[in-house]
């Protein structure tokens, strides 16, 4: 199994800052990531797949980059409802597993 | 419109079978390349990939639940169904089911609200 990682596990931001968070796979999988954010007792909601395609409806200012094994994704200007946990999951083989997560709350 | 709902119990006893069902709408699991999976989230803690069946009947499942788990599908009833055998405490956890098409992101766009399945005596 692909084994997925994330960085930081979590971080303490301000509105407007910038915040980039790391998902790094024990293997390659070309570009068959996803990004998903999760509010408290909320279903996971997808930001980004084929790690860079911003999905219908999420705000611009989410961004993804990365192939292979190394991915980011960037929020460009932190706004109050983007305080969440972010998990990565590659879809490039079974299991798709997820990351574990990355919790963003306010500084 | 696309939507997801999971229903089953919400206790059930150490080393019982859990049977939970996702009743969707606004896609058919007879349409090439969709999918419906599922997923669970211990409470305060990550998403685990559990099982996904597809439109042809191509099953998976996570390795490590393997042996436990059985996903079948009812494309007449708009639904899947996903058994979990020798259920242990360590299996509470919300179970959410997921719609997934090879045509659209090819991953899980679209969640049930997920439900909360806690395992005692």
């Known amino acids: 199994a692909i084994r997925m990682t994330q960085s930081p596990s979590s971080l303490s931001a301000s509105t407007g800052d910038r915040v980039t968070i790391t998902c790094r796979a024990s293997q390659g999988i070309s570009s068959y990531l996803a990004w998903y954010q999760q509010k408290p007792g909320k279903a996971p909601k997808l930001l980004i797949y084929?790690?860079?395609t911003l999905q219908s409806g999420v705000p611009s200012r989410f961004s993804g980059s990365g192939s292979g094994t190394d991915f980011t994704l960037t929020i460009s200007c932190l706004q109050s409802e983007d305080f969440a946990t972010y998990y990565c999951?590659?879809?490039?083989?079974?299991?798709?597993?997820f990351g574990p997560g990355t919790k963003v709350d306010i500084k | 419109q696309i939507t997801l709902k999971e229903s089953g119990p919400t206790l059930v006893k150490p080393t019982q079978t859990l049977t939970l069902t996702c009743t969707f709408s606004?896609?058919?699991?007879?349409?090439?390349?969709?999918?419906v999976g599922w997923i669970r989230q211990p409470p305060g803690k990550a998403l685990e990939w559990l099982a996904l069946i597809y439109w042809d009947d191509d099953k998976r499942y996570s390795p490590s639940l393997k042996s436990r788990l059985t996903i079948t599908k009812d494309t007449s009833k708009n639904q899947v169904v996903l058994t979990m055998t020798n259920m242990d405490p360590v299996d509470t956890a919300t179970y959410y089911c997921?719609?997934?098409?090879?045509?659209?992101?090819?991953?899980?766009?679209?969640w049930g609200q997920g439900t909360l399945v806690t395992v005692s005596s």
């Open positions: 084929a790690a860079s």
């Open positions: 606004g896609f058919s699991l007879s349409t090439s390349g969709v999918g």
């Open positions: 999951q590659q879809y490039y083989s079974y299991p798709r597993d």
């Open positions: 997921a719609h997934s098409d090879y045509d659209s992101s090819g991953t899980f766009d679209y």
